[in-house]
């Protein structure tokens, strides 16, 4: 049976008259699917693989032993050890060969680092819309023709079938259909995670692990969506194993005016009021004449924890860490880890023996944490040389921090340091916010900054700033595990001009964002990074993408501020969130028992 009748969900939908493949399949093959042949990733079937494995297991110890005999005889007579004769020669080619041939056998792929694209982090000197900026991959793997195109017919492949993901799996020449495929998922014989390598087509792996999902779950995933995403986009790189897409809606706050610009800010969000509500704050803005920030600081962190044996050799390193006469030296090992890498100083604590190194550093339009994790390994190397006894514990010791709320992120910053003011008019506070100067300023005191104390906030004297923050770094491709510390905020207000108008302003000592890498690349989150003006690199000058960035999310943080206290001021905060938060469709869908 053919396999797209045998397993529909795997099938993307094709056009009739638009049929687009590459390879046509022999007839033959599919009256005989279960005909021997190769693997569609070009994969030996397993009888030859036994047989191989019967040959190069005695090849690799026989020529093992005949070295070793070579190499005990020449020290024995005092012969050079690089004379080689035809037969060393030989027998050295044997064990080479043998051995990358057993270590892939047992699942090590020597040469896989070879092939597997470069971070795109490293990458981030390539100019802002140029073609080279997207994420490259093997082309026989999750390949997929440009639309419109009538590709010739090719002779069938010798190694692998090409991995179209918009061919019908009808026109793909496979040793088991998706049904008998769903089914060794199931029993373990082929592993989720590999098939995309198995399959060569991103696209119907992802169906196949979906539909393996729904036989071993019993749960229908009717409303999560498959088709119309690229997934050959996040083949190692942004998600593994997916078995489809979440879909969120994006709403433009704005426009605002920062520094003299406008700037249309997307927030991607299902709560409601959140677009509606900063939009608000950002026009309060807007007519008073605009915000304006300042970037404080940019480095990225990164904090090993090393152990010695006594408090006393783990307190010498700190000394020469903290060494101003070492700093060069140190310095020029961590700088080779990438073009965009600019060591900033180093902050040492210590717990007994232990010892907590934070590295800072620049990292370009990158956020960088791979940048300076690559920087702060080489460091450690060059450290065993003075310091043998050191035992590294983890290249993260927490004391950098990540994705966690800290007192150090909060006091000495992570990232972008930004602080972004704005004066806003009385007659805009009256007539946009509907409230009044005295009543924001004594609301601010009351909640965000006594209110937060009560609590025992870190970081969180503001109203919501991680509403915004999260919005806009799932708009554009940011981490957003990193919310945590890029949130700490304290919102400041005051009454100026004789108590007429409001100054209000926004601290935010840890905005970790970046503008290429990681899901910055995928083609939603980089049409909205072009919205706002920071897709990809700035070549003139590295950083200048991100650091924009970072100033965008707290103008935008700003406006949402000034609107909800506005809003809380009046007691307008339930009337408006059961006005807008609240379906009218009643959701008659019921949970599978």
Same mark, same amino acid.
């Given at each position: 049976?053919?396999?797209?009748?045998?397993?529909?969900?795997?099938?993307?939908?094709?056009?009739?008259?638009?049929?687009?493949? !590459?390879?046509?399949?022999?007839?033959?093959?599919?009256?005989?699917?279960?005909? $021997?042949?190769?693997?569609?990733?070009?994969?030996?079937?397993?009888?030859?693989?036994?047989?191989?494995?019967?040959?190069?297991?005695?090849?690799?110890?026989?020529?093992?032993?005949?070295?070793?005999?070579?190499?005990?005889?020449?020290?024995?007579?005092?012969?050079?050890?690089?004379?080689?004769?035809?037969?060393?020669?030989?027998?050295?080619?044997?064990?080479?060969?043998?051995?990358? @041939?057993?270590?892939?056998?047992?699942?090590?792929?020597?040469?896989?680092?070879?092939?597997?694209?470069?971070?795109?982090?490293?990458?981030?000197?390539?100019?802002?819309?140029? !073609?080279?900026?997207?994420?490259?991959?093997?082309?026989?793997?999750?390949?997929?023709?440009?639309?419109?195109?009538?590709?010739?017919?090719?002779?069938?492949?010798?190694? %692998?079938?090409?991995?179209?993901?918009?061919?019908?799996?009808?026109?793909? %020449?496979?040793?088991?259909?998706?049904?008998?495929?769903?089914?060794?998922?199931?029993?373990?014989?082929?592993?989720? @995670?590999?098939?995309?390598?198995?399959?060569?087509?991103?696209?119907?792996?992802?169906?196949?692990?979906?539909?393996?999902?729904?036989?071993?779950?019993?749960?229908?995933?009717?409303?999560?969506?498959?088709?119309?995403?690229?997934?050959?986009?996040?083949?190692?790189?942004?998600?593994?194993?997916?078995?489809?897409?979440?879909?969120?809606?994006?709403?433009?706050?704005?426009?605002?005016?920062?520094?003299?610009?406008?700037?249309?800010?997307?927030?991607?969000?299902?709560?409601?009021?959140?677009?509606?509500?900063?939009?608000?704050?950002?026009?309060?803005?807007?007519?008073?004449?605009?915000?304006?920030?300042?970037?404080?600081?940019?480095?990225?962190?990164?904090?090993?924890?090393?152990?010695?044996?006594?408090?006393?050799?783990?307190?010498?390193?700190?000394?020469?860490?903290?060494?101003?006469?070492?700093?060069?030296?140190?310095?020029?090992?961590?700088?080779?880890?990438?073009?965009?890498?600019?060591?900033?100083?180093?902050?040492?604590?210590?717990?007994?023996?232990?010892?907590?190194?934070?590295?800072?550093?620049?990292?370009?339009?990158?956020?960088?944490? &791979?940048?300076?994790?690559?920087?702060?390994? &080489?460091?450690?190397?060059?450290?065993?040389?003075?310091?043998?006894?050191?035992?590294?514990?983890?290249?993260?010791?927490?004391?950098?921090?990540?994705?966690?709320? %800290?007192?150090?992120?909060?006091?000495?910053?992570?990232?972008?340091?930004?602080?972004?003011?704005?004066?806003?008019?009385?007659?805009?506070?009256?007539?946009?916010?509907?409230?009044?100067? $005295?009543?924001?300023?004594?609301?601010?005191?009351?909640?965000?900054?006594?209110?937060?104390?009560?609590?025992?906030?870190?970081?969180?004297?503001?109203?919501?700033?991680?509403?915004?923050?999260?919005?806009?770094?799932?708009?554009?491709?940011?981490? $957003?595990?990193?919310?945590?510390?890029?949130?700490?905020?304290?919102?400041?207000?005051?009454?100026?001009?004789?108590?007429?108008?409001?100054?209000?302003?926004?601290?935010? $000592? !840890?905005?970790?964002?970046?503008?290429?890498?990681?899901?910055?690349?995928?083609?939603?989150?980089?049409?909205?990074?072009?919205?706002?003006?920071?897709?990809?690199?700035?070549?003139? !000058?590295?950083?200048?993408?991100?650091?924009?960035?970072?100033?965008?999310?707290?103008?935008?943080?700003?406006?949402?501020?000034?609107?909800?206290?506005?809003?809380?001021?009046?007691?307008?905060?339930?009337?408006?969130?059961?006005?807008?938060?609240?379906?009218?469709?009643?959701?008659?869908?019921?949970?599978?028992?």
């Amino acid at each position: 049976m053919v396999a797209g009748l045998r397993f529909p969900s795997s099938m993307p939908p094709c056009h009739k008259d638009k049929v687009r493949h !590459s390879h046509p399949v022999d007839a033959s093959s599919e009256a005989m699917p279960s005909s $021997p042949m190769k693997a569609s990733n070009g994969a030996l079937p397993p009888s030859i693989r036994l047989t191989n494995y019967n040959f190069f297991f005695p090849l690799f110890f026989c020529a093992l032993y005949y070295l070793m005999l070579r190499w005990r005889d020449k020290v024995r007579t005092g012969a050079p050890l690089h004379n080689l004769t035809l037969l060393d020669m030989a027998a050295v080619g044997a064990l080479v060969s043998s051995t990358i @041939y057993l270590l892939s056998f047992f699942g090590v792929d020597l040469f896989q680092p070879l092939v597997t694209p470069p971070s795109n982090e490293d990458n981030d000197f390539i100019p802002a819309g140029s !073609s080279f900026n997207k994420p490259h991959f093997p082309p026989a793997l999750c390949s997929e023709p440009a639309s419109g195109l009538a590709l010739v017919p090719l002779p069938a492949p010798k190694m %692998a079938v090409a991995c179209v993901s918009s061919l019908p799996v009808d026109r793909v %020449a496979l040793s088991a259909d998706d049904d008998e495929i769903v089914r060794s998922v199931l029993d373990g014989t082929i592993p989720s @995670y590999s098939l995309e390598s198995k399959l060569g087509d991103c696209r119907r792996a992802a169906g196949v692990r979906r539909e393996a999902l729904r036989r071993a779950t019993g749960r229908s995933l009717d409303g999560l969506p498959l088709d119309g995403f690229d997934y050959g986009s996040i083949l190692g790189q942004c998600c593994e194993m997916p078995v489809g897409y979440v879909t969120l809606p994006v709403g433009i706050a704005g426009p605002m005016l920062l520094d003299g610009r406008m700037y249309q800010v997307p927030m991607a969000t299902t709560e409601g009021c959140l677009v509606a509500s900063t939009n608000r704050g950002l026009k309060a803005i807007r007519d008073s004449g605009g915000a304006t920030s300042v970037v404080l600081r940019d480095g990225m962190t990164r904090a090993p924890a090393v152990r010695f044996e006594s408090a006393k050799r783990a307190a010498e390193l700190r000394l020469y860490l903290e060494d101003p006469l070492n700093f060069d030296t140190l310095s020029a090992v961590f700088n080779k880890s990438s073009r965009f890498a600019r060591l900033q100083g180093i902050q040492c604590a210590m717990a007994g023996k232990n010892l907590y190194m934070r590295f800072s550093s620049s990292t370009g339009d990158a956020m960088g944490m &791979n940048m300076v994790s690559k920087g702060v390994q &080489n460091v450690l190397d060059f450290l065993l040389s003075d310091f043998p006894d050191m035992d590294v514990i983890s290249i993260s010791g927490n004391f950098c921090s990540d994705k966690k709320p %800290a007192a150090v992120n909060w006091i000495e910053g992570r990232g972008k340091s930004v602080v972004c003011e704005a004066v806003i008019k009385e007659e805009v506070v009256k007539k946009v916010l509907r409230t009044t100067v $005295p009543a924001l300023v004594e609301l601010n005191v009351l909640k965000n900054l006594a209110g937060s104390a009560v609590a025992g906030a870190l970081g969180g004297f503001n109203a919501h700033a991680a509403n915004i923050v999260s919005a806009i770094y799932i708009a554009t491709g940011q981490d $957003p595990a990193q919310n945590v510390e890029s949130s700490h905020c304290i919102t400041m207000m005051e009454a100026v001009k004789g108590g007429k108008d409001l100054h209000i302003s926004v601290t935010m $000592p !840890s905005i970790e964002v970046g503008t290429v890498g990681g899901g910055t690349s995928l083609a939603s989150q980089a049409a909205l990074l072009d919205l706002l003006g920071v897709k990809g690199a700035n070549v003139e !000058s590295p950083g200048t993408n991100a650091r924009l960035l970072a100033t965008i999310v707290a103008g935008a943080v700003l406006g949402g501020e000034l609107s909800l206290m506005s809003a809380l001021a009046t007691g307008h905060l339930v009337k408006s969130h059961m006005k807008y938060n609240r379906s009218s469709k009643v959701d008659s869908t019921k949970a599978t028992p």
